[in-house]
């Protein structure tokens, strides 16, 4: 069992208990030479049908999830103070968001094109079938970010761990059964288990919370 919570496994948690199928610490290698584009902390995409339980499906958090009838893209970017976004993922003469679109393949590549200048410029993007954007994951929102960026989304750390907290009581007996769980899926699940309410779980991840 670990003694700390560091933030890049915590947003893992969160977007997988949100339905994403996820890829942390994501790589974008460039088109020729060696040195490495930039790197994401996550990638997730999540389709739309998605349901946990089939009797009780699980509400995901509406912080994150739209309800709508689109494949969900994110980007994730994970800070341990202040909203902020990594400048190499804006710049679009780096080409970085597009090299990522096409790496995953949410679009053809004219559409992959618009796709990034929009995610560069606005922070997110959305048609008909599809929905991709900038998430920063962090300590404290930013209302110069939401300017800049009106369409990514920003989601406090205390507020992750509060939608975890209520996801685990709520399906506490579907939950219980978990020996595969990465050590980090096991501490988030034993300090619920002695925490009488959301208030005392986050206040006990505090104590053991590690910046990275």
């Not at 933030?7 to 893992?12: K, S, T």
């Not at 710049?91 to 590549?109: C, E, K």
């Not at 761990?161 to 050590?183: C, L, N, P, V």
Request: net charge positive; proline share 7%.
């Amino acid at each position: 069992m670990p003694t700390n919570l560091r933030p890049e496994p915590l947003a893992y948690w969160y977007l997988r208990l949100n339905g994403f199928l996820t890829i942390p610490n994501f790589v974008v290698h460039p088109d020729t030479g060696s040195n490495q584009g930039t790197d994401i902390d996550a990638l997730g995409v999540r389709f739309p049908d998605r349901a946990e339980n089939l009797i009780c499906p699980m509400a995901d958090d509406p912080r994150l999830v739209s309800p709508d009838r689109r494949v969900h893209f994110v980007l994730a970017e994970v800070k341990n103070g202040g909203a902020s976004i990594n400048p190499s993922w804006l710049d679009p003469q780096r080409r970085n968001v597009l090299r990522t679109i096409r790496a995953v393949g949410v679009a053809d590549p004219a559409r992959s094109e618009r796709i990034a200048e929009r995610i560069c410029s606005k922070g997110g993007y959305t048609s008909p079938r599809l929905r991709a954007e900038i998430v920063c994951l962090c300590e404290r929102t930013s209302a110069e970010l939401s300017r800049r960026l009106p369409n990514a989304r920003q989601i406090t750390w205390d507020d992750i761990m509060t939608f975890i907290y209520s996801r685990f009581r709520a399906y506490i007996k579907q939950k219980r059964s978990h020996g595969q769980w990465d050590e980090t899926g096991q501490l988030l699940w034993d300090v619920m288990v002695s925490s009488r309410n959301a208030a005392a779980y986050v206040a006990s991840l505090k104590q053991v919370w590690q910046p990275s």
